[in-house]
């Protein structure tokens, strides 16, 4: 480690010379941590030099035999230490998520990550106890590197087959020294802005490793090679192993008879499925019959667990995947395609066993009977959105004559799913009315636009079936006492809720709000807000205020949707965890008692696939985020309307309406004010102008840089900005930031 030095008498014969076993029992003998001037006073007898001590010091902590506190030293052995994932946003903090999942995650700040990668597990340790925020710490040593490869782009050339390479994942800031031979004699050879998939080799000097060149993926530009880099970054599985692919492919083709046996043939059932027009796997499929003055509805969904067996090679690689990950131009699925598109996909016009929820409901849509079965059936017709869309609610009758024979269904279903959401609506479930964007490429695979997704009531109809297949099932296995992998959603956080509420206190809804608001208010407001000007406003503030969903075998409820009891049965091709709720469904109907081994494996399974599916969202926001920024890289200059969607102390963001992209004002490049940002009400006041800028906002901006390294995108402002108002009298809890 270097920290070792040569013991022996100094010229007079005074003492030792400075030696790291002396320094180390200096902290064991005294017990706590030490600043460097107590461990000089400790030095008793010793001849040194301070920067000598020093040196020692940090070559003690990079050993991992001290860490750094808040004053001083403190001694590894003694520390209290904690194991986890390290985990680093693209702002460059870290959060250690402990091993122990009774504990909070522990904040590391940038200067304690030391020589620690995004992913990397390691041992921390807590700095700083805080009562109700997340503990702080320093990452004491790395336990165990989180990746062996790494796609990184192409810097420069340094000799013939040697390259300069820096990740492609803002997360990791070392560089590459990477040695890169062509496998065949003609082959490509990288050039700058190249992406190569990397072997991590060893530690040169401090952030800059060697590295062997695997792979060459191609241009940076390439939407294809983006895609591949991403699922690098985040280990996405890719090809399926060959054990999983020999027992997929020894499935039949379709369903033979002896399948059937056991199952209600409802193959006479017009069931309808509906996807969108690029969807190749169909898990769900719908039926609605019209019964007195109630209905009766049918869901059937692909019955997965018949063909993936418990503890099979394909049902331990579905575990491991927990989900299918979809990418713009790609997809790689939970299951191999021979089942998700083929045996088990909803296909019209083919038999196909099934699992079937029946739910009886009221004319106002009041649930009542349900009913669950293994089954058969035949969908009639597989319909898109779009079809639905113009067929039923915009009356075009040349689509109206092309679904003729499912159109009467559709339309109970209509009503139905319409009775369904007002008394979700009534109940308190949320409904975030965001637009989510949509890519869209040309023959050559070229992005051509970014626009929003169309939403309309043709989503719901489906959304809401769903929805209540999966509350019943959740219901029925509950009574039975049976193991539920449930889908929870804590409450809202309620120091976020405080502060949406101080903010919505300042505008034109002061008056509709509670005098004591909370979480249960956030339903009434965003019904108030809809369709007026702070409708984004109050959208996007509420969404922040959100916990993440997740998995648990504890009925905890789902916040969001108003529901006590929830869980995933809708998609077994795609979610593991419906996969879960099937084969718990099946042992009900056998009759099996409840095995206290399955129930205690399913708090570990749902916390993998929570995981997994932490990973496939934030897999989904990074792609999407290099496909728009490379989509922008030639449109510098470009003019563009918006709305501001997030302020901070440095600039803001702009949601640009021409294309669903984003980018951010920085205050730097505003020379008319200094600005001072007021967090409470989320807005920036000029000090001399009195020039604001608020959330929801429109405003007229111009490109100026779309960078693929930081994956950002730059806007200068053109014109925007309330008129000058009077700075408030109140004493700002603000921050100031000048011109740069």
């Not at 639905?388 to 009758?397: F, I």
Request: net charge positive; proline share 6%; aromatic share 8%.
């Amino acid at each position: 480690m270097g920290a070792r030095r040569k013991r022996g008498k100094s010229p007079k014969g005074q003492g030792a010379t400075l030696d790291a076993a002396v320094v180390l029992r200096i902290f064991r003998e005294s017990g706590k941590p030490l600043s460097d001037k107590e461990v000089a006073r400790g030095l008793k007898g010793v001849v040194f030099k301070f920067h000598d001590l020093r040196h020692l010091l940090e070559e003690l902590r990079e050993a991992g035999k001290l860490i750094r506190v808040q004053k001083g030293w403190g001694l590894v052995e003694s520390m209290r230490l904690v194991t986890g994932v390290l985990e680093i946003s693209r702002s460059g903090v870290g959060y250690v998520i402990p091993d122990d999942k009774r504990r909070k995650d522990i904040f590391i700040h940038p200067k304690d990550i030391g020589n620690a990668w995004h992913g990397d597990r390691v041992a921390v340790a807590v700095t700083r106890e805080r009562k109700d925020k997340n503990h702080e710490g320093r990452v004491a040593r790395i336990i165990e590197r989180g990746i062996t490869r790494l796609p990184c782009r192409v810097i420069k050339r340094l000799a013939p087959d040697l390259f300069l390479c820096r990740p492609t994942d803002a997360r990791h800031t070392m560089s590459f020294m990477v040695d890169y031979l062509p496998p065949h004699p003609g082959d490509p050879e990288p050039v700058p802005d190249d992406i190569i998939s990397v072997g991590i080799g060893e530690e040169i000097e401090y952030k800059l490793y060697s590295g062997k060149g695997l792979e060459l993926l191609g241009a940076q530009g390439d939407v294809a090679v983006q895609e591949r880099l991403v699922k690098l970054n985040h280990d996405i599985p890719g090809p399926f192993p060959a054990a999983a692919l020999a027992e997929a492919e020894a499935l039949p083709e379709v369903p033979g008879e002896a399948d059937f046996a056991g199952r209600k043939d409802l193959r006479d059932l017009p069931f309808v499925t509906i996807d969108g027009a690029k969807a190749r796997d169909f898990d769900d499929a719908v039926y609605v019959k019209k019964r007195g003055r109630g209905y009766t509805l049918w869901v059937a969904i692909a019955d997965v667990s018949h063909y993936v067996p418990e503890g099979s090679a394909l049902d331990e690689e579905a575990l491991t995947r927990g989900n299918s990950y979809y990418f713009p131009q790609s997809v790689e699925p939970m299951l191999p395609e021979r089942i998700s598109n083929g045996l088990c996909s909803l296909n019209p016009n083919v038999p196909r066993l099934a699992m079937v929820a029946e739910i009886d409901f009221t004319a106002k849509g009041l649930p009542g009977r349900t009913d669950f079965y293994p089954a058969v059936i035949e969908s009639k017709a597989r319909l898109t959105y779009a079809q639905v869309n113009r067929a039923l609610l915009l009356g075009d009758e040349q689509e109206r004559q092309n679904i003729a024979a499912v159109l009467p269904m559709l339309t109970t279903a209509e009503t139905l799913a319409r009775a369904i959401n007002a008394v979700r609506a009534a109940r308190g479930s949320l409904d975030f009315d965001l637009p989510e964007p949509e890519i869209l490429f040309n023959f050559q695979g070229e992005t051509q636009d970014i626009r929003p997704k169309v939403r309309h009531f043709g989503h719901q109809i489906v959304e809401e079936f769903m929805v209540a297949a999966n509350e019943a099932v959740a219901r029925f296995l509950t009574e039975k006492g049976a193991p539920v992998l449930y889908r929870v959603h804590p409450e809202s956080d309620p120091t976020k809720v405080e502060a949406l509420f101080k903010l919505l206190a300042t505008t034109d809804l002061a008056t509709k709000l509670p005098p004591a608001p909370g979480p249960g208010d956030l339903p009434m407001v965003l019904r108030e807000a809809s369709g007026s000007d702070l409708d984004f406003l109050v959208s996007r503030l509420a969404l922040r205020t959100m916990m993440q969903a997740s998995y648990s075998p504890k009925l905890e409820g789902h916040f969001g949707l108003a529901s006590t009891c929830y869980c995933h049965f809708t998609s077994p091709i795609r979610r593991y965890a419906d996969l879960v709720v099937h084969r718990s469904l099946k042992n009900v109907f056998a009759g099996k008692p409840v095995s206290e081994k399955r129930a205690a494996r399913l708090a570990k399974v749902a916390e993998h696939i929570s995981r997994r599916e932490r990973v496939a969202m934030e897999a989904e926001r990074e792609i999407l985020k290099r496909v728009t920024v490379h989509f922008l890289s030639d449109k510098v200059g470009r003019r563009f309307t918006g709305v501001i969607g997030s302020i901070a102390d440095f600039g803001f963001w702009v949601e640009l309406k021409e294309v669903m992209a984003e980018g951010m004002v920085r205050l730097s490049s505003l020379s008319d004010d200094y600005y001072t940002y007021f967090p409470e009400r989320h807005e920036l006041i000029g000090e001399r102008t009195g020039r604001r800028f608020r959330l929801g906002q429109p405003v007229e901006v111009e490109l100026t840089g779309a960078d693929m390294g930081r994956l950002s995108v730059d806007l200068g402002l053109v014109e925007g900005g309330e008129s000058p108002l009077a700075l408030p009298t109140q004493k700002r809890k603000s921050s100031r930031r000048r011109r740069k």
